[in-house]
């Protein structure tokens, strides 16, 4: 059996079952409709940062791509210049990305290294040891290596690597699915349109 519950307004007093509650709470609040939530708020700002953060992504792969059709050549983008750096590499089947932590920041071996740069730094390391987990084209590898005649700890790395046709997937369906949602709330507000 149901159970019933009574919500007192100023003006009437509401009776209904308590799956309506929250229909009711609607109905009687000052202005009609619910006051968007904090989570509903922080998840619709997160989905438009990556929707627009893919179709970066995407336009960026899109363009670059095509450069590396050749065999034996890619792209190479690094970013960063103290302990922490990252580089992307970019072939005509692969895209790749790594993590590097150093001993000291990078700016200790290179002073003029760029922020962000197209060309990447060859190191002589001793004692070169890591793991590598690989299948279907994937690959994630995590190495550490010691400086020269040494074996005081120089770089740690953490690498992934993706075929092109995942990373061109991945990075259009968010702005994909965005897509479909806009359409779809626009069938549902306009039914009458839809129908045509």
């Known amino acids: ?11 009437r007093t ?5 799956c309506d509650i929250a229909q009711v709470l609607q109905e009687n609040s000052p202005t009609g409709h619910h006051v968007p939530s904090t989570v509903r708020r922080l998840r619709r700002i997160l989905f438009t940062t990556v929707t627009l953060v893919s179709i970066v992504l995407f336009l960026s792969l899109s363009v670059v791509w095509p450069c590396n059709l ?3 050549s890619s792209s190479f983008l690094g970013v960063g210049r103290g302990r922490f750096v990252m580089d992307v590499w970019l072939t005509r089947s692969d895209l790749s990305i790594e993590l590097a932590r150093y001993d000291k920041p990078l700016l200790h071996y290179h002073p003029d290294a760029a922020l ?14 890591g793991s590598v987990f690989e299948g279907h ?10 400086y020269e005649f040494s074996t005081h700890l120089f770089e740690t790395t953490w690498s ?3 075929p092109i046709w995942f990373c061109l997937a991945a990075t259009a369906f968010a702005p994909t699915l965005a897509i479909l949602r806009r359409r779809f709330r626009r069938r549902k507000a306009n039914p009458a ?3 045509r």
Do not use: C, K
Not at 14 to 18: H, L, R, S, T
Not at 116 to 129: A, E, K, M, P, Q
């Open 116 to 129: 962000i740069r197209t060309r990447g730094y060859g190191w002589f390391v001793d004692n070169l040891r």
């Open 193 to 195: 349109h839809a129908s």
């Open 160 to 162: 992934a690597e993706a």
């Open 14 to 18: 509401v009776i209904v079952a308590e």
């Open 70 to 72: 050749t065999p034996g």
């Open 1 to 11: 059996m149901t159970n019933l519950r009574h919500l007192s307004n100023p003006r």
């Open 137 to 146: 084209g994937f690959r994630f590898v995590t190495t550490q290596s010691d």
